[in-house]
């Protein structure tokens, strides 16, 4: 087993496994637990120019995926560094909804995601940036 929920909180028994987890809870429509697999000061950057950083931050920011029903597939996984308790994972994502004129939009993302693991053996989400690539600083 990848995941464990103990007490409503879902926890990543191995870096490797944290986009699927991430993927699962989003797709059952499980804020808290969304919320629960990021460390409670995270960082979570959904677009270049928007930074979410802790978790009431987070849970307005995962609350709108959750509205607006966009569809996110795992496409690949490119890499997965470790150095003690830190994890370095890179990703490839495919986001699909339509735009403002109801057209069909797809967004491919590869975001870098830092992850730590906790006392208990499991690993949360550090650091989440879904477009490390493009420029969020003028």
Do not use: C, Y
Request: hydrophobic share 45%; proline share 6%; charged share 25%.
């Amino acid at each position: 087993m990848t995941e464990k929920a103990v007490s409503g909180v879902v926890r990543i028994e191995r870096p490797e496994d944290g986009a699927r987890v991430f993927l699962d809870r989003l797709s059952a429509g499980d804020l808290d637990g969304l919320v629960s697999l990021f460390e409670p000061e995270a960082v979570f950057v959904p677009a270049p120019g928007h930074v979410a950083i802790g978790s009431d931050a987070l849970r307005k920011a995962f609350a709108s995926f959750l509205v607006t029903g966009t569809r996110i597939e795992l496409v690949k996984r490119f890499s997965l560094h470790q150095v003690g308790d830190i994890a370095l994972s890179t990703v490839e994502f495919k986001f699909e909804d339509t735009d403002a004129d109801s057209n069909p939009l797809t967004v491919r993302a590869r975001p870098a995601v830092v992850f730590r693991r906790q006392s208990d053996g499991s690993w949360r989400f550090l650091i989440d940036n879904e477009f490390p690539f493009e420029s969020s600083v003028p």
